[in-house]
């Protein structure tokens, strides 16, 4: 298998949305991403990248891709909007190439459901915490081994 096969296999059967941009242009979406932002690969590749950001992501999105250029890769949380305007909670990973950097390679993963499990683990331990504080008898806590 050629080398560049290797690579198009890689690009098209990921288990995460893989951009190419220029600037604002998608040059290339794998279906992952399709799939994940509910898109075909035709209206991607028409719309600007930054049009898929929720509106309070960008100044976290504008300092990545400022430290991208800077150092040429950055991997940071943010959201992201489907087709059908939900949100949804991704790992972003960006990587500079080209003489100016002005190619990006762009991975994203979705961890909506890893953050909306966190935010319950959170959440019961706000619950447990404030039980603790308010009762009147005394509770002895034993971590079982």
Known sequence: MAEEEIYRALFEQSNDAIFITRGESILEVNPKGCKLL????????????????????????????????????????TKIKRSDNSILDVEISFLATGAQRETLLIIARDITLRKESERLVQKEREILSALLEKSLCGIVLIEAS
């Open 38 to 77: 509910g898109y075909d690969r035709v209206h991607l590749e028409q719309i600007p990248f930054l049009s898929l950001f929720t509106e309070e992501s960008l100044p976290g999105l504008q300092d990545a891709l400022n430290a991208t250029l800077e150092k040429g890769s950055a991997f940071f949380e």
